[in-house]
């Protein structure tokens, strides 16, 4: 379906019904670069399975038209770096993000709302949040919980300590193959985690899972199921009021604080 934001910009979405039949709450996620509302499938239906009204929003300022014309025009490395630092993408990102919010509130009226998002997603969600940013963007933290998947670190969009005044609960996920755009180490995506003060905040490490599983790209199954069990477990502590971490699995380690 269609939302209209506030600048009356058509928003595409994607829209995963409670599979609980009571809603427990709605989730907003926020794809990647170039990720549009048909993506990021595993994550909506695990997150409807769970309770809650997921909506997956597609982003104008940054789908897949977006990409495709900076790439034309400066090349993959170059035109990705040139769109996750632009203001304008943000600003559209965020109007969107408070569209499916809104709405998501008019079906469902009860329970937490989440923000999701993956790579540029994440970034949203972190500015969201209240992370400090390079770009100027200055979140609402309308959300009672957020999920970064691949979160940045220091660098072009987040300086030193940008994550140390977000209060709210918080679960963030890597691989040790999440490599940064310009081929930093995925061990940068553990800053956030680092900065941020305790209160229920999740680090989760998956072994093995590179930037595009997340986005349910690839040999995926591993890490979606990994994820899926992580943000099960998050969510359940953030509705019952306890941030106790879970017990370990396989190819997961989690940090919590």
């Not at 790579?119 to 400090?132: D, H, I, L, Q, Y």
């Amino acid at each position: 379906m269609q939302l209209t934001r506030e600048d009356q910009t058509a928003v595409a979405v994607t829209v995963h019904a409670p599979g609980t039949g009571t809603c427990r709450g709605i989730a907003v996620i926020s794809p990647g670069a170039g990720g549009s509302e048909t993506g990021y499938r595993y994550l909506g239906e695990a997150v409807s399975s769970l309770g809650y009204l997921s909506v997956v929003v597609g982003h104008p300022e940054s789908g897949r038209a977006a990409v495709r014309e900076r790439v034309r025009r400066s090349g993959l490395r170059e035109g990705l770096a040139e769109l996750i630092t632009e203001p304008e993408a943000y600003r559209g990102r965020l109007m969107d993000i408070a569209a499916a919010r809104r709405w998501a509130r008019g079906q469902c009226g009860n329970g937490d709302a989440i923000l999701i998002g993956h790579s540029m997603g994440a970034a949203s969600a972190m500015m969201e949040a209240g992370a400090r940013n390079r770009i100027g963007i200055r979140g609402t933290d309308a959300f009672d919980a957020y999920i970064a998947l691949s979160p940045q670190g220091a660098g072009p969009i987040f300086p030193e300590n940008a994550w140390s005044g977000i209060t709210r609960p918080v679960l963030m996920l890597t691989g040790t193959r999440d490599t940064e755009l310009g081929g930093a180490s995925w061990e940068t995506r553990k800053q956030p985690f680092s900065n941020m003060s305790p209160g229920c905040k999740w680090l989760g490490i998956v072994d093995g899972a590179t930037h595009f599983n997340f986005a349910g790209v690839g040999l995926s199954r591993p890490t979606e199921a990994l994820t899926t069990r992580a943000l099960g477990a998050f969510l359940d502590g953030v509705r019952r009021g306890d941030c106790s971490p879970p017990e370990r699995v396989p190819g997961l380690e989690l940090l919590t604080k």
